[in-house]
């Protein structure tokens, strides 16, 4: 099994300290490993030009950068997620990525592996935002087509450091492991939803009426329009 980790910080606080403890989780010598850190790994700004979505994702500026991206997210099993909250967000460095990744969404030209993929969301706040942050980076997975996603959210009320100085530490680990042996569950035996197979059956009425013709050649050429699934 494969796990990809984004992590939309190169700091070693709360956020990384439970990404670990996750990953601990899945120590395994039958499973791959693969990370990505942000704004190292990638750096661009999305320039709102669209060349991804009206003409195709090659004709994006920063196509050879995101490609090699994509191609992990593609290969991975399990995609784990993990951003400190920014200011009552996601870190900059993970919204970058995700505003380039855009054309794969259910509404444009999903990637049929996606549709076989569990999804976790990691996110730690000193203050608020957990709930915020988890709700946006969940909604960019399920528009991917991911199935599945769970999440880990935590409120410090603390700066820097990480979760092994406070009292409530035992806690948050045992907490880890029960949502690691539920992700593993799900792993064992993927399906998609009635609800993402609902907005891939509306995307596709959409598709039909031909708005983006890239979008709309993409879907005839992989058989969506006349009933075949991606799932």
Known sequence: ????????????????????????????????FDEIVLPNDFQELCYGCENCILKGEENCPHFKLVNPIVEKIEKADLIIIATPVFVMSCSSGLKALLD??????????????????????ITSAGGSGVKDTVKLVKNNLFYWGVPKVYNYGVTTMKMGGNYIDYKNKDKIIKQVKNKADKIKRSLQKRKVGLKTKLFFKIFGITQNNGWNKTDSDYWKNKGWLEGKKPY
Request: proline share 4%; charged share 25%; glycine share 6%.
């Open 100 to 121: 380039h990744l855009a054309y794969i969404w259910l509404v444009h030209r999903p990637k049929e592996s996606m549709f076989n993929k569990v999804g976790l969301i």
């Open 1 to 32: 099994m494969r796990i990809l980790t984004i992590i939309g910080t190169p700091h070693n606080g709360n956020t990384r300290a439970i990404t670990d403890l996750f990953l601990n989780e899945f120590k395994d010598e039958k499973n791959e």
